[in-house]
């Protein structure tokens, strides 16, 4: 009993996080389930994200095409007439933002401070990949070669360590724990 009272803080953030990331897991498998996969269908937000990151590209001075993928609930993402890439549902980085809130959650703040870091952390997220998705498609363009440890562990980890770093920052400056130190 005295074991469960020492880690009772640590039992309350695994059950915080785990709630919180199977809640919004489930909300969101909701929302992918009235698209129909098997008909090819991508979902909105996937092609929100497809749509910004080819506004991104024509930034760049490249032209780029998105059009639907025929053969998968994909789109195709193309510069200057090349298929460089395909924007997935995993593409879109919504999984990536569902930890990343559940853990700013479980990691207890005050309630404004809280939903004000998810919202800023989920819009820099939500940049950050469209700049990922943009710049990994310009560089399977020229280095197609790479496509390996271009998409698998470079820009993976440019988006992880962003999430480790809010984490970090979430942690350390405004959760009750970093305070607490002050």
């Not at 993402?77 to 933002?97: M, P």
């Not at 940049?127 to 470079?154: C, D, F, Q, T, W």
């Not at 993976?156 to 405004?174: C, D, E, Q, S």
Request: net charge positive.
């Amino acid at each position: 009993m005295e074991t469960l009272k020492q880690y009772k803080p640590f039992f309350i953030f695994l059950l915080k996080f785990f709630a919180v990331y199977a809640g919004l897991t489930l909300i969101y498998q909701t929302y992918l389930n009235s698209f129909n996969a098997a008909a090819f269908e991508v979902d909105d937000f996937t092609k929100l994200v497809a749509d910004q990151t080819k506004w991104f590209t024509d930034a760049l001075g490249y032209h780029t095409e998105v059009k639907p993928h025929l053969l998968q609930p994909s789109i195709m993402f193309i510069l200057d007439g090349t298929y460089v890439a395909r924007v997935v549902e995993g593409c879109n980085a919504l999984s990536v933002i569902i930890l990343f809130a559940a853990f700013v959650v479980a990691f207890k703040g005050e309630w404004k401070k809280t939903l004000c870091f998810i919202l800023g952390g989920t819009v820099l997220i939500h940049i950050l990949n469209i700049v990922r998705i943009g710049l990994l498609s310009i560089a399977l363009l020229h280095y197609p070669k790479y496509e390996h440890i271009l998409h698998g562990v470079i820009f993976p980890a440019i988006i992880y360590g962003v999430v480790f770093l809010l984490w970090v920052v979430w942690v350390n400056k405004f959760s009750q724990h970093g305070r607490k130190k002050e």
